[in-house]
């Protein structure tokens, strides 16, 4: 299994991005994934989490109501829509996967075990 995610850059407060998770591998139907973002000098924090089937979400208080994550099982990737960002949401983003346990998420990096290379995202005050 891997994962790859894309789509970040530089853009200014208020503006939007939209990332990519791309999973490589077999299965990916089984597969929750969750997005998480680590800025410098801190620790990965959890943002986003969406269920195998993508009709169950869960997303941190810092981002609820700006951020949207959907998957297409088809296309084998999850993306996350963010719009009205925020200088405080630059950061690297990553994706990771896991397909053990019964929940949509899990708030941990280390309880994924498949995590892919990040994108950077920076926002420009």
């Known amino acids: 299994v891997q994962l790859q995610a894309s789509g970040g850059g530089l853009v200014q407060t208020g503006g939007s991005l939209r990332l990519s998770c791309a999973f490589s591998?077999?299965?990916?139907?089984?597969?929750?994934v969750a997005w998480f973002r680590q800025a410098p000098g801190k620790e990965h924090e959890l943002i986003a989490g969406i269920s195998w089937e993508g009709t169950t979400t869960y997303y941190a208080d810092t981002v609820k109501g700006r951020f949207t994550i959907s998957r297409d099982n088809a296309k084998s990737t999850v993306y996350l829509q963010m719009n009205s960002l925020k200088p405080e949401d630059t950061a690297v983003y990553s994706c990771?996967?896991?397909?053990?346990?019964?929940?949509?998420?899990?708030?941990?990096?280390?309880?994924?075990?498949?995590w892919g290379a990040g994108t950077l995202v920076t926002v420009s005050s």
């Open positions: 591998g077999p299965s990916f139907i089984t597969f929750i």
């Open positions: 990771a996967a896991t397909n053990q346990g019964s929940s949509h998420y899990y708030a941990r990096w280390t309880d994924y075990d498949h």
